[in-house]
Structure formats: C-alpha cells, structure tokens
C-alpha cells in the first residue's frame, strides 16, 4: 500500500522559511515524478515543483528561486524547502507520486497525501 504523508507544514511570518517532508512507502523512487502541489480554497491544486529519480527538478514561476526540492532515498523522502515566503503562499500543501507503469510509463500522480496547512501572515 503507497502512502505519503506530508509534515512541517505551520504559520509563519512573510519572509520567514519553512521546510516540508514528503514520507514516502510502499513505492520505489523511480523515474516517475514525485511531486508538490498547492491548493487555495476556491481555486484549483496547482503543481510547483516535481522531481525524478535521477534528481531532476522543474518549478513554477511563482516559486522559482525561493522553493528548492530535494530527496533524501534513503530515507524515502521528498522535501520542499520553501523561503522568502508570501502572503500568497498560503495554501494547503500537497505531496504526490506518479504511478510507474510498464517499461517506461507514468501515471501521473496517481498518489496523494493529505495535505499540510502552510499559512503565512503579512
């Protein structure tokens, strides 16, 4: 059974850092993406970083140059290392994993955390 679950998450002041963890079991880093989205109440979950297994990243823009992602495999962990953060960064944080299928494909981000509240004040 895949599960991940996120922690870290928490209040903070704009400009502040905060550091979020994706656990992952149940599932081998593959070259599928493991990811971290976000979602606002009323809007829709928005992805803004992901990475692969031989440590490629892509970010949104709206995250660039403050958001870094990382994994740890031996401790079967993505993290979300997010500073200088917004007011506009306040959301629910995601964590989710494509699904390998067959040789070379992936079901993209077939499995889902259940989210962590991130909340930062001006």
């Known amino acids: 059974q895949v599960q991940l679950v996120e922690s870290g998450g928490g209040s903070v002041e704009a400009g502040g850092s905060l550091l979020l963890s994706c656990a992952v079991s149940?599932?081998?880093?593959?070259?599928?993406?493991i990811g971290w989205w976000r979602q606002v109440p009323g809007k829709e979950r928005e992805l803004i970083t992901a990475i692969d297994n031989r440590g490629d990243t892509r970010y949104d823009d709206s995250v660039k140059s403050r958001f870094t992602i990382y994994q740890d495999k031996t401790k079967k962990t993505v993290y979300l290392q997010m500073n200088d953060l917004k007011t506009e960064d306040t959301a629910v944080y995601y964590c989710?994993?494509?699904?390998?299928?067959?040789?070379?494909?992936?079901?993209?981000?077939?499995?889902w955390g259940q989210g962590t509240q991130v909340t930062v004040s001006s």
């Open positions: 989710a994993a494509d699904r390998p299928s067959g040789r070379t494909g992936c079901v993209k981000f077939n499995y």
């Open positions: 149940g599932l081998a880093f593959s070259r599928c993406e």
